[in-house]
């Protein structure tokens, strides 16, 4: 079964036999794959929406997968159960996935592996999961029809990170590869503009920004 690159990626990361849920899966490609694939041999597609859930009982059923994937229809991990101990979430902001993991903060405790694909505010991310005891053992980007995506994979335990880890991701931060270039040349650009049309009066935002130009220019050892 094919799948998009960003998709694959997040399943590349998945680890073999591990009990999955999927939040906020949408058509359930993910899901289908792994089963299809026999990377593991049951997951749970959870969905806010009926109209998303509907669409991934049509795909389940059109590869037969019907056994292997239950669906459940609700708001975050209010729906989640402790037989699953892998949480996947990918295309939706940080913010949002902060506010899934915040609303059910005891469920952490039978959850050992965490995989996310933020579209915005992963630094934010990536600070409330290693505040709440996870650390990050992967990281890749990924391109998909122009845009580049941030996948981080956190397990159980403790690290420290510093704030620049936080920021760039700590993995990302050491490969430091092209797709890395890429991304970060343009948060550069954005944050430029974003400064240009900034009222003078925002002085937090401003400072902030400027904060973040300057260390995305050390970093990709751009001379001001
Ligand atoms: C952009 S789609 C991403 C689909 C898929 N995960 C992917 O990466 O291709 C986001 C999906 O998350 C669902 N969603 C948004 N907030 C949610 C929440 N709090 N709990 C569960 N699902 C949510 C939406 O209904 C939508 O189907």
Redesign the pocket.
Known sequence: MKINN??KKIADLVDKDAKVM??????A??DIYLTKEKKISYCIA????EG?LNQAKENIKAYQQQEKIELRL???LDVYTEDISTII????GGK?MQG?FAQNLEKLKTIDTIIL?PNNYQKDIRKFLTKHGYYIEEEVLIKEKKIIYQIIKFKKGKKKYKEQEYFFGPILLTKKNFLFQEFFTNELKSRKILLAILPKNFYIKRYKTKREIKEIEKVLDIKA
């Not at 999927?22 to 058509?27: Q, T, Y």
């Not at 959870?46 to 929406?49: H, L, P, R, V």
């Not at 979430?89 to 939706?92: D, P, R, Y």
């Open positions: 960003r998709l999927d939040v906020g899966c949408d058509h490609l993910l959870s969905d806010i929406k998303p609700g708001n975050g979430i990918s295309g939706l949002t899934i694909s």
